[in-house]
């Protein structure tokens, strides 16, 4: 079992940025696949951004290529989001979540099966 704990949402005018951080309970957390995704109200949960273990691998939403950055500092077992240039639309309760590729194959997209309690991020116009 991965807990994952979010931190770093707020209120911030658009064109603001924000950093999101998430830490991770696991020891093999180089094993493990890290995204993050968001829900705004009344729609599904969407896919932003995510990384592979190693780090050599991202995917972003296209709706924030060249305004949010995924990275992870293994040392600190801690995912982030910097998210630059903000929108009103990236207003969302923004989650973190994890797999192990071994067990949940390795597309980045899907499968991840821990998640955090969420974080939210508000963007005023």
């Known amino acids: 079992q991965v807990q994952l704990v979010e931190s770093g949402g707020g209120l911030v005018q658009a064109g603001g940025s924000l950093r999101l951080s998430c830490a991770a309970s696991?020891?093999?957390?180089?094993?493990?696949?890290m995204g993050w995704f968001r829900q705004a109200p009344g729609r599904e949960r969407e896919g932003v951004a995510t990384?592979?273990?190693?780090?050599?691998?991202?995917d972003y939403a296209d709706s924030v290529k060249g305004r949010f950055t995924i990275s992870r500092d293994s040392a600190q077992k801690t995912v982030f989001l910097q998210m630059n240039s903000l929108k009103p639309e990236d207003t969302a309760v923004y989650y973190c979540?994890?797999?192990?590729?071994?067990?949940?194959?390795?597309?980045?997209?899907?499968?991840?099966?821990?998640w955090g309690q969420g974080t939210q991020v508000t963007v005023s116009s």
């Open positions: 979540a994890a797999k192990s590729a071994y067990s949940y194959g390795n597309n980045v997209r899907v499968g991840y099966p821990y």
């Open positions: 696991t020891p093999i957390f180089s094993s493990y696949y």
């Open positions: 990384i592979t273990g190693s780090g050599g691998f991202t």
